[in-house]
């Protein structure tokens, strides 16, 4: 028996490790992500790990370039990031690499990106993002295209509870110009509109000498929630015009969105105001019942690809493996995404026939495991089970004929002997 050396090897905090299990699963999310991506036209793209940090700060908003990872670059001397976020690199590829590409773009990506966290905060600094962008489009359908694509992914994850939160930038902007408060108290209320609460915002406003119009239009934001009939509310609560072109464009998206038929997954949230000095229009978030992260997040940014020097419209979204992962872990369908389909337990000394049974099995696209190390049958058995794997192929032995094989179901040992020319016929669909 070997001696037992453990060596402390810590990993830093807010980054983790994916055991084969685990990372099965993330795999199969990515794969259902990706599917539905592709059907919808879009072409995949990757980007790079790092950038160097003045070239992806034009892209990144405030809250970002305060969460970026940096460090001096030796070979060039200059300072370089880990990307926060991969839109601004999208952005960045679309101005400088597509130019001459025709519009619209329509990319996908699937990545990993960095930021920077609360050392108590308990959340992760590495975020598995995939998601989409559709680049040279100003149109109610583009904005309704990323909502119905995300509601598409959700339902082929099999996700049933969830709702799609719609807010609008605009609505938000056109009050805030209205009611021309200093930009302290803007960002002040900006933060307490976000968290919906009530007295803070009404604090703010008491020490402000503005209307009690305008104070009422603001403290109406946190309340302006729920479903269709939000927009006709919010049609009397802010009279100025870009408030009410805001609301134009959110009813033009939910008719596009009617046909889609997925009205019954939203929900209007006008004092969702995330992303304020990114987006410039329509924006959404993806919940799961029972969940507080947002799995998925997006909307319209028309001005980012214009700071790489290529005006163009654009919007998007993208999601949030591991939230996704958190919300489908224990769905049957996920569960099984870690299993295997074979282990090949060979009782004979030739081990010709066991290699060519294996090759005929994968060809057949039947994952397949060759048990080389020698033990016996309930040691290889207790192996199988413990590596996920679904059915235990036996060659030789009693169990079976010297033209057969013995496929055992690991999880309640129950086999059944098979002849091996009938097992590698192209039309063999296996008994267990």
Known sequence: MRDSITIEAPIPKGVADFLPEKAAKIGYIE?????????????????????????MALGLGEELREKTFRFDDRQSGRLMVVPPDITPQVARIVATRMRDYPLPHRIHYEGRVLRQIESQSGKSREIFQAGVEL??????????????????????LGLADFKLDLGHIGYFRGIMEAAGLPARTEALLREAI????????????????????????????????????????????????????????????LDILDIYGVT????????????????????????????????????????????????????????????????????????????????????KEDRREALEITQALRRKGYSTARDIIRRD???????????NILRMMVIGGDDCAPDEVYIVRVADQKGIAVKMAELLRDDFVLPV
């Open 31 to 55: 794969e259902k992500i990706r599917r539905v991506f592709d059907l919808w036209g879009f072409r995949r793209i990757i980007t790079p790990m790092l950038e160097f940090q003045e070239v």
């Open 135 to 156: 680049i040279g489009l100003d149109s109610p359908e583009a904005d309704a295209e990323m909502v119905a694509m995300a509601i598409e992914v959700m339902k082929s």
């Open 194 to 253: 976000g968290k919906k609460d009530a007295s803070a915002i009404n604090e703010l406003l008491e020490k402000e000498p503005v209307s009690e119009t305008v104070k009422g239009q603001i403290a109406a934001l946190p309340r302006l929630f729920g479903g269709r009939e939000v927009l006709e509310r919010a049609e009397k609560v802010a009279t100025n015009d870009r408030s009410r072109r805001a609301l134009e464009n959110i009813a033009q998206v």
């Open 264 to 347: 019954d997954y939203l929900t209007i949230d006008l004092g969702e105001i995330r992303g304020l000095d990114y987006h410039t229009g329509l924006t959404f978030e993806g919940f799961v019942t029972g969940m507080g992260d947002a799995v998925c997040s997006g909307g319209r940014y028309d001005d980012l690809t214009e700071k790489y020097g290529f005006p163009a419209p654009a919007t998007g979204f993208a999601f949030n493996i591991l939230a996704l992962l958190t919300a489908l872990e224990k769905r049957p369908d996920v569960e099984a995404s870690k299993t295997r389909d074979f282990l090949i337990f060979n009782l």
């Open 377 to 387: 049958y309930d040691n290889s058995l207790a192996y199988a089970r413990r590596m």
